[in-house]
């Protein structure tokens, strides 16, 4: 299927542990994206790579840090993780990172940092 | 910096009602509106993408309106089902990066 996909699905841990979401597309897109839905439902961007290159760096926490070894992956790693990082992280993609193309969202990974 | 604002916060209708959808945003300078829906638990499915050169968008039972000049938008659901409960999202991108500013969603309930 063409599609943007996220792993895992669910994630649950420990305060101060370091863990990874990985999330890919096939649908040949340049620009890749993660989001953060926190815990009142309301959505927000934290990162954008643009075939590669970050072009969206949020006012985010250096524990988190995205990764992206090919315009096809973006991932993101988050160090020393808190209770205030509990939240659904979803990936995105378009086609290009400007012009207003229509994103493309993955399912959402579900972090729970206990 | 660009707001975007949802009215109602949550809605509960009988099945068989028509029923509209509001989004405002502050700064009219967007690319793009797009409507989305998420089901609990779930991720965002795309329902509408009006550009900003548009002044609306259908697909089914679905319209949505953008009005950029006085920073309005709205989706209109006609003849609402159970099956369309679920929190209703409205997003705006602007700029070169293309990101998308989240409205606060509205929760429909459409009872049987």
């Known amino acids: 299927d063409t599609a943007v996909s996220q792993t895992p699905k669910y994630l649950v841990t420990q305060m101060g542990n370091d863990k990874s979401i990985k999330c890919e597309q096939n649908?040949?897109?340049?620009?890749m994206y993660w989001y953060k839905q926190d815990s009142k439902k309301f959505l927000k961007i934290m990162f954008s790579y643009n075939n590669k290159e970050l072009i969206i760096n949020e006012t985010v926490p250096n524990r988190f840090s995205p990764k992206s070894p090919d315009k096809a992956h973006l991932n993101l790693h988050i160090n020393s993780l808190e209770l205030g990082d509990s939240a659904v992280y979803f990936c995105a993609s378009s086609p290009i990172s400007g012009g207003g193309y229509e994103q493309f969202f993955g399912p959402g990974t579900r972090l729970t940092v206990l | 910096k660009q707001e975007v604002t949802q009215i109602p916060a949550a809605l509960s209708v009988p099945e068989g009602e028509n029923l509209v959808l509001n989004c405002s945003f502050t700064?009219?300078?967007?690319?793009?509106l797009q409507w989305f829906r998420q089901d609990p638990g779930k991720g965002l499915t795309s329902l509408l993408l009006?550009?900003?050169?548009?002044r609306e968008q259908t697909s089914g039972r679905l319209n949505a309106s953008l009005d950029k000049s006085s920073g309005r938008s709205t989706l209109y659901i006609a003849a609402s089902q159970p099956g369309d409960s679920a929190t209703y999202l409205c997003?705006?991108?602007?700029?070169?990066?293309?990101?998308?500013?989240f409205g606060t969603g509205t929760l429909l309930a459409v009872q049987p």
């Open positions: 700064d009219s300078a967007i690319y793009n």
């Open positions: 009006i550009q900003s050169s548009q």
């Open positions: 649908l040949g897109h340049d620009t």
């Open positions: 997003a705006v991108t602007g700029g070169a990066t293309n990101k998308l500013i």
